[in-house]
Nanobody, 127 residues
């Protein structure tokens, strides 16, 4: 069984940076897929980025491409989301998600594809 715990959220000014961490138990990093989703206030949960564990393939939402970077540290069994050039519209609760399956590219963005979820960490971008 996989357990996920996010950390690293907080308040940051526009243009600033944050790095989110997702500590994972179990074997999610071996063959499966891990991802970041976010849910702004009053809106549906949306895809942010995903990483395929086996080949390190990545995918990003257009809204965060070239600003955010997803990565992993296998020694620490931790997934990261480096967020740069943050905008107020990036404000949301950010969730780490995982599946034991190695998802194909066309399936990476669907939240229904992930069976394990963290409790979320709040990111607020404001002056």
């Amino acid at each position: 069984q996989v357990q996920l715990l996010e950390s690293g959220g907080g308040l940051v000014q526009p243009g600033g940076s944050l790095r989110l961490s997702c500590a994972a138990s179990g074997r999610a990093f071996t063959r499966g897929t891990m991802a970041w989703f976010r849910q702004p206030p009053g809106k549906d949960r949306e895809f942010v980025a995903a990483l395929k564990q086996l080949n390190s393939g990545t995918a990003y939402a257009d809204s965060v491409k070239y600003r955010f970077s997803i990565s992993r540290d296998n020694a620490k069994n931790t997934l990261y989301l480096q967020m740069n050039s943050l905008k107020p519209e990036d404000s949301a609760v950010y969730y780490c998600a995982a599946t034991s399956r190695g998802l194909i590219t066309s399936s990476l963005r669907g939240d229904h594809q992930y069976e394990y979820w963290g409790q979320g960490t709040q990111v607020t971008v404001s002056s």
